[in-house]
């Protein structure tokens, strides 16, 4: 077998710099009392035992790597050959953007004509564990699942490995790693995981998002616009100046189980891009083209951008780019967010992780939205074919206007297409890969760039786009879960950050770790309930413990009156508690909404918490019922509403067809019958109500979109042992909750 790498990786593999590591360094040692017997094939004896592997070897015998995969600890690993190693290290020892010198190699004469294990002897501790940590994953890998680009967590804080296939050249039809390294012998079944030999290290860029950029010849034009707005000096971060003591107290869950809570904030960005082909297609040759183009997209932008005139905000179409309203710079700033997103994970994707506990029902298309650093302004990302079995099939578009999306026509759908003419298709995410196996998006450092086959713009339709239901997931403002790889992290992914012991299903973190949350009473307890089975939105959602008192910055909406809702599972830990509205995080500015709401009531308890039956069984059956359409109208007047039907609670979602494809339109309840009938969480609970999800309708008042709102929520009982479940806020405009030719639908 010819296990030699590519003869040159490129300027990806130049561009592999051991980022910020001291030549020293200090190991957590493993837990030797689960170290495997010798006759037992763990992964670790599966690479000792290869000739092929043993540059490898050393190196995780360095920085004492071997031992981890020698224990009960699950692990996927992806081992480069020697022929591989080698190469890599030379390109390390030779590399021109050095940090230090040799990242972290020891001087030799001659070095690249060495054999590889005195190479990697000459290597620094550091080196040898960055190189490991990137080629250790705690989800378990099996290439069998690659169905388009799919990305595999690393043991490197939000930093993952992209897997493709390469459709030509000498690893035609094998396994792509980044695009560059392949895997030549791939799902080796160990005792403690998985194991995948693979043609050499595999290559990552270790720049920031703006430096990586500026190397990438496809941006030359937006590039350039980065640089003169000053965002480039904006998207350097890479993480908070902050350590997290509160990791160091070992927090528990109620059970006294260790909760994994990270020590570190890290900080990461998306930029969504247009490469200089598609901006040419617009007949954009270089930067001046676009500054004239901007002028006109943003010259008059107060006609929908609400901001401008709240705040009397003067637009600039000089050179003065570096001006927060200048038109080149509203331009590029709406095309950067602050969370860091791979390709397969901006929405929830239904892949071969994810999906034992992947829960949307009867077609539903998963819809986020995030905060772009043009200030309070949204981008809707919608993604179409959410069940294709070929990743590269899931289109994901920006800005996708849909009229009277989130309304229908139909009992128990989401609508007919002649009530929802499309009227701006989106501005689609390039993910179909390169002709060589590349991936058009890269990730680095600090972020992700995304390729863009259309210019995107903070314009009329992406305003008339958010006037719907706009159902804002905690996760997506609370960016920090996304940047640290919290967002659709596996069990056996948590399991491993625990050192295998504790509960791997939640996440504990620091008063002060979220930008977007002040707590008031310091026994606040932040939880985060991993990707599971849960009956929550993306299968995953915050919560506070404990005498909780705390408040959220919320989303920026466009200027209009709103139904303020959140989603809640009644509960006997709930708490009883008062939520509060303010425009700044002060509790001086904050006004009570309504009396104290009992988290804790269960339906079966009667209808003073709002809960109605979906209807009274009968020995008749349910042949004269309305599948909740009078009980529906009587629960908003107190101020309540089902949960969407849109998802299940993970694992126990069999819904996947579209109703609408089965509407009889001689029957109206044909599609609300299979609705009501179904898991959703609008209908899951038994015949008293119990495990019943429910929405709380806190407020309806104007949000103006050059104002911040602050929901601050306080339990009333001191209590330690009750919790609050923030899994998403829905914004609904007026125009939507009370509109008198369709209803808003169910889902």
């Not at 699942?145 to 094998?174: H, P, Q, W």
């Not at 050499?200 to 034009?221: A, E």
């Not at 059970?255 to 994994?260: E, F, V």
């Amino acid at each position: 077998m010819n296990t030699k790498i590519f003869k040159k990786l490129g300027a990806c593999l130049a561009v592999a710099v051991m980022g910020a590591m001291s030549l020293t360094s200090c190991y957590e040692e493993p837990d030797t009392s689960q170290i495997f017997e010798a006759d037992q094939m763990t992964i670790g004896g599966l690479i000792s035992e290869r000739e092929d592997l043993s540059a490898f070897n050393a190196l995780l015998a360095k920085c004492r790597y071997d031992k981890k995969i020698s224990t009960y600890l699950e692990y996927t690993v992806f081992a480069p050959v020697n022929d591989g190693v080698s190469e890599y290290l030379d390109s390390l020892y030779n590399d021109d953007n050095k940090r230090f010198p040799h990242n972290g190699i020891a001087e030799a004469a001659n070095f690249t004509s060495l054999p590889v294990l005195d190479k990697v002897a000459l290597m620094s501790d550091s080196l040898c564990e960055d190189i490991a940590k990137y080629h250790f994953s705690g989800e378990i890998f099996q290439q069998v699942n690659i169905e388009g680009a799919t990305t595999c967590s690393t043991l490197i804080t939000g930093r993952s490995v992209t897997a493709n296939t390469f459709d030509s050249g000498k690893y035609a039809g094998k396994t792509s790693l980044n695009g560059r390294v392949a895997i030549i012998e791939g799902d080796i079944q160990a005792s403690n995981g998985m194991l995948h030999v693979c043609s050499g290290v595999i290559p990552r860029s270790d720049r920031t998002v703006n430096d990586q950029m500026n190397v990438d010849g496809r941006f030359k034009i937006f590039s350039e616009a980065l640089q003169r707005t000053g965002l480039d000096k904006v998207v350097v971060q890479e993480k908070k100046d902050t350590t997290y003591t509160f990791a160091e107290t070992g927090p528990t869950n109620r059970d006294g189980q260790k909760l994994y809570c990270p020590s570190e904030c890290l900080v990461k960005w998306t930029i969504f891009a247009e490469t200089d082909e598609v901006f040419k297609s617009k007949g954009i040759n270089n930067f001046d083209d676009l500054k004239k183009k901007c002028a006109d997209w943003y010259g008059n932008c107060g006609a929908w951008y609400d901001y401008i005139n709240e705040k009397g905000i003067k637009i600039s179409t000089g050179d003065d780019y570096e001006n927060e309203f200048n038109v080149v710079h509203m331009f590029v700033a709406y095309h950067i967010l602050r969370a860091g997103m791979a390709i397969d994970r901006i929405v929830y994707e239904k892949t071969a992780r994810t999906q034992a506990n992947w829960n949307f029902c009867f077609g539903y298309d998963p819809q986020e939205y995030f905060e772009t650093l043009l200030p309070n302004t949204l981008m809707k990302i919608w993604q179409l074919n959410s069940t294709s079995t070929n990743a590269n099939n899931r289109t994901l578009l920006i800005n996708r206007y849909r009229m009277n999306n989130t309304l229908t026509d139909h009992i128990g759908t989401r609508g007919s297409e002649a009530t929802h003419p499309i009227i701006f298709p989106g501005v689609e995410i390039d993910r179909i890969p390169n002709a060589d196996g590349t991936m058009k998006s890269v990730e680095t450092l600090n972020g992700y760039i995304h390729c863009l086959k259309d210019i995107l713009l903070y314009d009329q339709n992406a305003v008339d786009a958010q006037k719907e239901r706009m159902r804002l997931d905690s996760s997506t403002f609370l960016y920090e879960i996304i940047n640290n790889g919290i967002r659709f992290i596996t069990g056996s992914e948590a399991s491993t950050l625990l050192g295998g012991d504790g509960d791997n299903s939640r996440m504990a973190f620091d008063n002060q770790y979220f930008d977007n949350i002040v707590c008031y009473n310091p026994s606040t307890y932040l939880v985060f309930c991993l990707m599971g089975a849960w009956r929550a939105n993306n299968s995953d959602q915050f919560q506070g413990w404990g005498s909780y008192d705390f408040a959220i910055k919320l989303p920026h909406v466009p200027t209009g009156t709103y139904e303020l809702r959140l989603i809640y599972p009644p509960m006997a830990r709930g708490g009883l508690m008062q939520f509060y509205l303010g425009n700044s995080s002060n509790q001086s500015d904050m006004v009570a909404q309504g009396i104290p709401f009992d988290a804790c009531a269960m339906a079966s308890e009667g209808n003073a918490m709002g809960w109605e039956p979906i209807h009274a069984r009968t020995e008749e059956g349910y042949e004269d019922s309305d599948y909740g359409l009078s009980s529906d109208q009587v629960m908003k007047v107190r101020g309540y509403m089902r949960a969407p039907a849109s998802f299940s609670r993970g694992t126990y979602n069999t819904n996947t067809d579209d109703l609408e494809k089965s509407y009889d339109p001689n029957d109206i309840y044909s599609a609300a019958a299979n609705v009501v009938g179904s898991s959703s969480c609008r209908t899951e609970g038994d015949a008293a109500g119990n495990n019943v999800m429910l929405r709380y309708i806190i407020c309806t008042q104007k949000f103006e979109q050059g104002k911040d709102y602050w929901l601050r929520i306080k339990n009333l009982v001191n209590d330690a042992n009750l919790g609050w479940s923030f899994d998403f806020i829905e914004l609904c405009p007026v125009s939507v909750s009370t509109n008198q030719q369709m209803s808003e639908d169910w889902y």
